[in-house]
């Protein structure tokens, strides 16, 4: 009867966030997705390192993802809604591939791993937004 029960609950719980994602989906896809909703926030990352530009990773309609390669170092902002927040994700890394080239012993290096997600309500300003974590992601590149 437990086991039922169990079964039971985890079938609404996925049935439910099946039906939320598809309705999430289909609402920004009325508004051109994520690209589009946020082309403002974008456009400001897009310009975050005017020597490198960024290479569009992943453009689905609940996730666009920007990314940056540099001779050592490898970084990326993701942008997904869930509910009524924005959430930004940062992650930086070591370009393993490009130090392996250059005969540097990665394992000899120091830990460079940062990532890190800030949420928002989708209703603040976009460039409040971006200013607020331009200069985290600078604080966290710094350190």
């Not at 946020?38 to 689905?60: Q, S």
């Not at 609940?62 to 990314?67: A, E, R």
């Not at 009524?84 to 070591?94: A, C, G, P, T, V």
């Not at 990532?115 to 604080?139: A, D, F, G, H, L």
Request: charged share 20%; aromatic share 14%; with cysteine.
């Amino acid at each position: 009867m437990i086991w039922l029960l169990l079964i039971v609950i985890i079938g609404f719980v996925i049935y439910n966030f099946t039906k939320y994602t598809k309705e999430k989906n289909i609402d920004l896809g009325s508004v051109g997705g994520i690209k589009n909703k946020y082309k403002e926030l974008i456009n400001y990352f897009d310009d975050f390192d005017t020597n490198n530009l960024p290479r569009v990773l992943n453009n689905d309609v609940n996730f666009y993802q920007i990314g940056w390669a540099g001779a050592t170092t490898l970084a990326s902002i993701s942008l997904f809604e869930v509910a009524d927040k924005i959430n930004i994700e940062f992650e930086l890394q070591y370009n393993i591939p490009a130090l392996k080239r250059n005969n540097i012993d990665v394992s000899s290096l120091p830990s460079t791993h940062k990532k890190k997600t800030w949420s928002y309500s989708n209703t603040i300003s976009q460039v409040e937004i971006y200013n607020s974590v331009s200069r985290e992601i600078e604080y966290l590149c710094s350190n």
